[in-house]
């Protein structure tokens, strides 16, 4: 499953010159947690979450200085810079955004997301922001109907490993996808196993019931100890 299958669209954007009251009224309107920013051309040039919000109400109504302090550290924390200040959506959003391609896969918006500690993830293309996906979409990948993950976990073991898909049996109940059958190799099972926990909805991966004719890192092994 690649970023533009679960991507949320339209987008909900703000412009650069927003002032920040309207900003913080369309995120309200929209029941959103964070807005793209994009310059008059449509290019994307910044986000705004809450927290940027939070911050800059808090520096805004504090003067002492222990409490700023604290502030500071909890700004560092959350990746987000004081901009007490700020009055603009421009003034106040994060610069540099994490963003996908139409194109990645599930696996990669999971890794930018979880490394990055983001809660959303513009999806563009060239400079054009096309969707946007967050943790809830993630999430939402879970709830697929379990015929469909046996349907994608066959497609996947048939065309990306070449795995004949009647030697192998899938079938899915409650996300958790069990393997039975015979393949070829050891290597082909462990392979089977993998691409099947990649499929988007797959919960876990039983191949207690998948067989092998030849286990070829044994023979792999007994190879390199003869050279």
Known sequence: MRAREIMSTPVITVYRDTPLKEVAETMATHHISGVPVLDRDGRLCGIISESDFLIKLEYGALRDENRLGFLDRLADKLGATPKPHARSAGELMTEQVVTAGPDTVLREVVHLMTSRAVNRLPVVD??????????????????????????????????????????????????????????????????????????????????????????????????????
């Open 126 to 227: 060239g400079t054009r922001v096309i969707g946007i996906i967050t943790r809830t979409d993630i999430l939402s990948t879970l709830a697929r109907p379990d015929d469909a993950i046996s349907q994608e976990v066959r497609w996947r073991l048939q065309h990306d490993l070449w795995i004949d898909p009647t030697s192998v049996t899938v079938v899915t109940r409650n996300g958790v996808v069990a393997l039975g059958g015979m393949v070829e190799t050891r290597v082909d099972a462990e392979l089977a196993t993998r691409w099947a926990a990649a499929v988007a909805g797959v919960v876990d991966v039983d191949a207690s019931g998948l067989r092998y004719h030849f286990d070829d890192r044994r023979a792999r092994g007994f190879t390199d100890r003869l050279r």
